[in-house]
């Protein structure tokens, strides 16, 4: 089989797979700047779409996505104070993305137990600098996050604290500069994919923290706020309340406008939400262009 139909392969197969999207992406909260949009709520669960450039969790008066979900929430019931919000995975900073809350223990327990079973099925979509030689492939190293830094590095098997990570890989499409990776990750260490990326000379667009030299979407002043080419494009879990295998796609951010176009009759996530730059909603009729906000 050639490169090119194994990657049109790729594409019709991942066009063929159904989801059980609960309903479209809507906005959360109008007074929220930048918005944030919901991707499903079944009882306690609640998934949604980062994106790049927020964390997932950070200390109290920090803006993070757990913070603007509480808010939403605490709006929404019309109360105020202190509330419960299960984080069972995080997405890093500079990544978009699925990203699942529980809004009771129970639940955020049942999601634990799925990720800790690696029950949970992850696809990730990366575009990798340079040319991946091969179609598809499995990559396994052994690494550890460096401590007291945000980083982490490849080491010997044999060291005390290596911890295996293993991923799986294939080409969606080659493009000029870049490679379009689907990725399934086997496990889920810190700055996994983009480590082994990166270690075999192919960093993540954006990703300088990795050795990229190529910008990927708005360069803000603020580096923290910069996106990567890294996305949660799929997760697969059992919905606690309806006990349901769910499947959640997510729409793609405007980073990627630059390298790919639209996915199987997709539209970007700021054509369908043009305020997600921030701006009034009457000021953004029509606007298509630009990043994704932090």
Not at 188 to 208: E, K
Request: charged share 30%; glycine share 6%.
């Amino acid at each position: 089989m050639t490169t090119n139909e194994s990657n049109e392969q790729a594409r019709n197969a991942a066009a063929n797979e159904t989801t059980n999207n609960a309903a479209a992406p809507v906005w959360a909260n109008p007074d929220a700047r930048p918005r944030f949009h919901i991707l499903y709520e079944v009882g306690p669960t609640l998934v949604v779409d980062k994106q790049p450039g927020i964390l997932t969790q950070a200390p109290l008066g920090v803006d993070s996505m757990e913070a603007r979900v509480k808010d939403f929430m605490n709006c929404r019931d019309n109360r105020e104070g202190k509330r419960y919000l299960g984080v069972p995975h995080r997405l890093d900073r500079p990544a978009s993305g699925l990203l699942v809350f529980a809004k009771h223990a129970r639940a955020a327990r049942k999601f634990s137990e799925q990720f800790e079973e690696r029950s949970v099925e992850k696809i990730y979509w990366a575009l990798a600098g340079g040319d991946v030689p091969e179609d598809s492939g499995t990559w396994i190293d052994y690494m550890r996050k460096i401590p007291g830094r945000a980083e982490a590095e490849l080491i010997s098997p044999i060291a005390p604290d290596a911890r295996e990570a293993v991923l799986h890989f294939r080409v969606l499409k080659r493009l000029e500069g870049a490679t379009w990776l689907e990725i399934r990750l086997e496990t889920g260490r810190t700055h996994q994919i983009r480590l082994q990326c990166s270690s075999r000379g192919f960093p993540l667009l954006g990703d300088a923290l990795y050795g990229s030299t190529v910008a990927f979407g708005e360069q803000f002043e603020d580096e923290r706020e910069r996106a990567i080419a890294l996305h949660a494009r799929e997760i697969t879990f059992v919905d606690p309340t309806t006990k349901e295998k769910t499947t959640l796609r997510a729409p793609l951010f405007s980073p990627w406008r630059d390298w790919i176009p639209a996915v199987d009759g997709e539209t970007f996530i700021d054509e369908l939400f043009p305020e997600i730059k921030g701006a009034a909603p009457e000021e953004a009729d029509g606007e298509k262009d630009g990043a994704a906000a932090k």
